[in-house]
């Protein structure tokens, strides 16, 4: 079973920061990829960012190119999401993604989060 847990959402001014986090827990398991999803209200999920665990390859958005960036603590089975100079149109729930491999029967699984949820507003 994987089980992921994130944390950092919260309301904040625009042009703030806030640092997103995502750990991954359970047993049998291998980590292939991380990444972070928001979606806004009336919205679909979009992808924010990504990183592929061992080479640590990260990929973001167009709309958040600069001004976030996602990192991975390999120890702790952890991602992060940092995002600074936060506008208004992130306000979002942000959910964690993982693509694991169990490693019992080589299965891909893709695990989500429970979501956070970000509000940028003065």
């Known amino acids: 079973q994987v089980q992921l847990v994130e944390s950092g959402g919260d309301l904040v001014q625009p042009g703030g920061s806030l640092r997103l986090s995502c750990v991954v827990s359970?047993?049998?398991?291998?980590?292939?990829?991380m990444g972070w999803f928001r979606q806004a209200p009336g919205k679909e999920r979009d992808l924010v960012a990504r990183?592929?665990?061992?080479?640590?390859?990260?990929d973001y958005a167009d709309s958040v190119q600069g001004r976030f960036t996602i990192s991975r603590d390999v120890a702790k089975n952890t991602v992060y999401l940092q995002m600074n100079n936060l506008k208004a149109e992130d306000t979002a729930v942000y959910y964690c993604?993982?693509?694991?491999?169990?490693?019992?029967?080589?299965?891909?699984?893709?695990?989500w989060g429970q979501g956070t949820r970000v509000t940028v507003s003065s």
């Open positions: 993604n993982v693509l694991v491999i169990v490693t019992t029967t080589y299965h891909l699984l893709d695990k």
């Open positions: 359970g047993s049998d398991f291998t980590i292939n990829s």
């Open positions: 990183i592929t665990y061992k080479g640590g390859v990260a």
